[in-house]
């Protein structure tokens, strides 16, 4: 148990789909994190939320679109994806990004598959 | 832009050792990290290093060298459960860059 969740574990949607992944994490971070895992491919950094602010939208398509209601919940909100867009979205939180020592913990994942 | 490098795949006996090297250039360092993936699971991490040198935690150890941009993960009497994917990260300011993961498997 690494104090963060995801849900769903699975999900299969087509590309008219709209669909949401929700992260929730119980460590009392004010950190979260969106990572992008392709098969075979080093895990890539999407967003970064700190305090509720985003910092951080490293060049991801808009049909990505994220939302951090508050320190504890993460979400990503996803419509008109691609086959290309089938991955293992992981999300992290971490207690700070000011020290940039910072230790990440990571969710369970999403297993996203397009159709 | 950022490269880090550690080999695709490891296999090695039950019992013995294992050392995962990681290379890494990237445009600013604030400390290595070591996480092990397990399929299907989260990453969990295992080890930090910012200075040189190296950092013993049970069975695995961690090195680095900052001036050569290299780091290893020591794994030392080998069990069945470490089978997993291990994967080296750098951070830079607030940003975790990763390499594309060793996936180590134990044999019997």
């Known amino acids: 148990e690494t104090g963060v969740t995801q849900t769903p574990r699975h999900l299969v949607m087509g590309m008219t789909n709209k669909k949401s992944l929700k992260c929730e994490q119980h460590l009392g971070h004010n950190a979260m994190y969106w990572y992008k895992q392709s098969a075979k491919k080093p895990l890539e950094l999407m967003f970064v939320y700190s305090l509720e602010e985003r910092v951080e939208n490293n060049s991801v398509p808009s049909r990505f679109s994220p939302e951090c209601p508050n320190s504890s919940h993460l979400f990503l909100h996803l419509h008109t994806l691609q086959p290309e867009d089938s991955a293992l979205y992981l999300c992290a939180s971490s207690q700070d990004l000011a020290s940039g020592q910072e230790t990440q913990y990571f969710g369970p994942g999403t297993r996203l598959l397009v159709l | 832009g950022q490269n880090i490098d550690q080999p695709t795949e490891m296999t090695a006996t039950e019992g013995a050792i294992v050392q995962i090297n990681c290379t890494y250039q990237t445009s600013g360092f604030n400390g290595l990290f070591w996480y092990q993936q397990h399929a299907g699971e989260a990453p969990t991490f295992l080890s930090y290093n910012v200075l040189d040198g190296l950092e013993e935690k049970g069975r695995f150890s961690s090195f680095l060298s900052r001036s050569k941009g290299y780091s290893y993960l020591l794994l030392k009497e080998l069990q069945m459960k470490d089978s997993a994917s291990y994967l080296c990260?750098?951070?830079?300011?607030?940003?975790?860059?990763f390499g594309a993961g060793t996936t180590v498997t134990v044999r019997a």
């Open positions: 990260a750098v951070l830079n300011d607030y940003k975790l860059s």
